[in-house]
């Protein structure tokens, strides 16, 4: 009697800041195979707290290169223990989190193109990396250098213009590293992450010389073309081949950012809002056209290069609610959620900021609590806490979303994707403030899942088949959560003082009258 073969896939990774990820989607767009390497858990060696160094000046944050290295070979390791059948992928891609730097050296090339089967990755890459410690999208130490940017472009909002964001630290990627392990070379950058750079004119899809000249001389030719994110880049490097049995026709399409990857996972429509909440919690969006701000970043669209993503980032997500979590919920997810059952909708008009590390949306540091009499008080009941701290990180992002011109629509979904995703309550009050149904997904890791999606849509993009074409069997998002009777009225009430109050830090932390 035959075996059984495993089916076709695509494979879909993940290089975000706590673990490397990876699934695999067969053909009907089943997700059959899960796994993960958790940084501080299972790499103990590289001395991280959530994926991370943070330096003692607090703005430096950064990550071990070779940790990811590493990662990689002890995720595919696993995969080869387990019998996964690596010659039945047809193709992989990948997302990076955004904003983080990469520096190879010179010749890394050589070494990238010549590596042996016999030896695992992290053992051959050692002398690859000009930089061990890479900053990351936490990291907020060039600022001076952001602004120099921005004035050589003729200040903030023409560089936004051009750009689709103001300067945002850095203006190289994980994503085009990650794809660079497997191609064996170095890999394109892909004009979704690529929008995420300051460098890349995001209309024409080209690198800006203005941008180019004010950061680097010959910083074009080193960085190479960008490419469109649904580009095949190229077949996967000989060493998988060898090492662990990938077939040598085995495509490697271009990966991309984290944020794009995931719109990409929640096949997200124009009209709806997605809301990641990770390690940092994200807003996004499908555009027709940039309306680039002050605030936030416009990417070109990954899954449609006519189009395009906005996005509003805040750092202080999944690690500051395992905060309060740790601190009024006994540790517990279940009492966490008890504290938002048990208290109501506008938290008897109390509001808080809990920004611990500094803040990106706004830029803002430090935990402020204000009474329904907008005076500032140092503590909350334990239960009033954790119910502050989610309706202020939901609240926010609404303010912020409204500030670029979204506005919620009667046919507006929201789309929730991310660890927090799972936890209904937290859903409930997303819900409430946004007064508009939330879906989530069937994974909570849409950044893997829209990589592998965009594997396939890469082996099918040279007959011109739409992405919404290519997932069209996937499983749709789920009805997780509805407005309660009477949120539009309660929020409607505090989203003004919210405001008013996030203005006032702001102005007391610049030393400027209220």
């Given amino acids: 009697m035959a075996e059984r073969s495993a089916p076709r896939c695509c494979l879909g990774w993940d290089f975000s800041t706590q673990q490397v990820k990876v699934v695999a989607v067969d053909a ?16 103990p060696e590289f001395g991280t707290q959530g994926g991370v160094h943070v330096h003692q000046d607090g703005l430096t944050v950064t990550s071990p290169v070779l940790m990811w290295v590493q990662a990689l070979d002890s995720i595919l390791e696993k995969m080869k223990t387990s019998g996964f059948d690596f010659s039945r992928v047809l193709a992989l891609s990948g997302a990076g989190q955004q904003h983080g730097s990469i520096y190879w050296k010179a010749g890394a090339r050589q070494v990238l193109t010549s590596l042996s089967p016999d030896l695992p990755l992290c053992e051959q890459l050692q002398a690859c990396f000009s930089i061990g410690d890479c900053p ?14 921005e004035a050589a472009v003729g200040g903030a909002q023409a560089l936004s213009d051009l750009t689709g964001s103001r300067a945002y630290e850095r203006i190289s990627l994980v994503s085009s590293f990650a794809a660079s392990l497997f191609l064996g070379s170095y890999c394109p950058i892909d004009y979704s992450d690529g929008s995420g750079m300051n460098l890349l004119h995001i209309q024409d899809k080209v690198w800006s010389q203005a941008c180019l000249h004010a950061c680097a001389p010959h910083l074009e030719e080193k960085l190479g073309p960008p490419v469109p994110s649904c580009s095949v880049t190229g077949a996967i490097s000989c060493y998988y081949v060898q090492r662990y049995g990938f077939s040598p026709e085995c495509k490697v399409v271009a990966f991309t950012g984290d ?6 996972g929640m ?12 390690t940092s919690d994200t807003l996004f969006l499908w555009l027709q056209e940039p309306t680039p701000a002050l605030e936030g970043h416009i990417f070109c669209n990954p899954v449609d290069p006519q189009h395009y993503m906005a996005l509003l980032c805040f750092k202080n997500g999944s690690l500051m609610r395992e905060k309060i979590r740790d601190e009024s919920a006994s540790c517990s997810w279940s009492e966490f959620s008890k504290a938002l059952q048990c208290t109501e909708m506008g938290n008897g008009g109390n509001l808080g900021f809990y920004f611990d590390v500094m803040e990106i949306t706004p830029e803002m540091i430090g935990r402020h609590r204000f009474s329904a009499e907008n005076r500032e008080v140092s503590a909350f009941p334990k239960d009033v806490e954790v119910r502050a701290l989610i309706e202020g990180q939901f609240l926010a992002k609404r303010i912020h979303a409204e500030g670029l011109g979204y506005r919620v629509m009667p046919r507006t979904k929201i789309l929730a994707t991310g660890g927090a995703s799972c936890n209904r309550d937290i859903l409930q009050v997303l819900a409430d403030v946004f007064g508009a149904p939330v879906y989530v997904t069937d994974t909570a890791n849409s950044a893997c899942v829209g990589s592998a999606y965009r594997a396939f849509h890469g082996l ?9 074409e290519v997932v069209k069997l996937a499983p749709s998002p789920r009805l997780a959560a509805t407005p309660s009777p009477g949120a539009s009225q309660v929020y409607a009430a505090l989203l003004p003082r919210y405001a008013q109050l996030e203005q006032r830090i702001l102005s007391q932390s610049r030393g400027l009258p209220e």
């Fill in 28 to 43: 009907e767009l089943n997700v059959f195979y899960e796994d993960s390497v958790n940084f501080d858990r299972d790499l």
């Fill in 136 to 149: 990351v999208w936490m990291d907020s130490s060039t600022t001076t250098q952001c602004h120099q940017l």
């Fill in 259 to 264: 944020n794009p990857a995931s719109l990409a």
């Fill in 267 to 278: 096949r997200l429509e124009e009209g709806d809002i997605a809301v990641s909440l990770g």
């Fill in 460 to 468: 099918a993009a040279g007959t011109d088949v739409p992405f919404s």
